[in-house]
């Protein structure tokens, strides 16, 4: 007698075969896609730092840290936002935004967006500004000039602690103008009283240690605060890029005992910290700036 179908068992063994193929190549594919996604994001940074050395050699080796209103005018990449003094602020242009000041060397603002993170859009669309999903400028290296109608003791003009020019940089090859965080500029120290003050990094290890593993380096890392393959990308100051493994960032960076003061045991809310005493490094660490006697 012929048969016309399979057995049950045929049909178990078939599903089980599938599930097993299911279950190596999803992830295989998964990953596939995320190299895609850092091949396309270590290509963005690429021309964000191309962008920066062309604005530097437009004004004079210094770095992008204006602070102005451009009304009534409005950024080109984003005309609907308005505002210079809240509630909104989408044509107050600093270190919120320092994208508009490269954007006319790019000509391209998808560039400053992660493929691999998702972003703020109601700080998008109202302030024009990239939290979440863009890339963050190092404020310790170009400074933050917070002068916008202010005036004397208001200005609030943070320098960096390297003087805000390329001539402060010894090794531009090797110190970080840009990582992938979620705000626009990189975690920093603010050292001094008003209107002069200065910046100094927030390099210490810990800090950046319980941030990328969600609180401790036994915990598994977080995608979203290291998007690419358990790493990120980094520009420097000669304007390559690359991408670097979370466990060689953290080598990169000094320990409490290595940078004082370090009075935080976690970020705080914001971009900036304010500290008392000046800060102080043993080591040589010029990922940071630090750089070794």
């Known amino acids: 007698m012929r048969r016309l179908g399979f057995t049950l068992i045929e049909l178990l063994v078939v599903i089980a075969i599938i599930a097993i193929l299911a279950a190596i190549l999803f992830p295989v594919f998964a990953q596939a896609r995320e ?3 850092q091949t396309s994001c270590l290509n963005n940074c690429k021309q964000i730092g191309l962008g920066i050395m ?10 992008p840290r204006n602070d102005d209103c451009i009304a009534p005018n409005r950024i080109p990449y984003q005309p609907n936002a308005t505002g210079c003094s809240g509630p909104t602020y989408g044509q107050r ?12 060397y790019v000509k391209n603002i998808q560039i400053f967006f992660c493929p691999s993170r998702n972003f703020d859009r109601t700080a998008w669309e109202q302030n024009a500004e990239i939290f979440d999903g863009g890339y963050s400028l190092a404020l310790h290296i170009t400074g933050a000039l917070n002068t916008w109608n202010r005036t004397g003791a208001n200005q609030q003009i ?6 805000g020019t390329m001539a402060g940089v010894q090794r ?3 110190t970080m103008i840009l990582m992938e965080d979620r705000f626009p500029g ?17 390099a210490h290890r810990h800090l950046w240690e319980a941030w990328f593993y969600n609180g401790g380096s036994n915990n598994p890392v977080n995608k ?15 304007g390559h890029a690359k991408w670097m493994q979370v466990r060689e960032f953290l080598a990169k960076s000094p320990t409490a005992q290595q940078y004082t003061p370090s009075p935080l045991s976690a970020f705080p809310g914001g971009m ?9 490094w043993t080591g040589d660490w010029p990922l940071w700036g630090l750089y070794g006697n």
């Open 272 to 280: 900036a910290w304010t500290i008392n005493p000046q800060p102080t």
């Open 224 to 238: 979203k605060n290291a998007p690419h393959n358990e790493g990120l990308i980094i520009v420097y100051v000669d």
């Open 172 to 174: 531009p090859a090797e």
């Open 54 to 63: 062309m604005y530097l050699n437009d004004w004079d080796e210094t770095f």
């Open 35 to 37: 190299k895609a996604r």
């Open 158 to 163: 943070r320098n960096s602690f390297l003087g």
């Open 93 to 104: 242009v600093n270190h919120y935004k320092w994208q508009y000041w490269i954007y006319p």
């Open 186 to 202: 990189v975690r920093h120290y603010v050292f001094g009283p008003q209107p002069i003050q200065t910046i100094y990094p927030m």
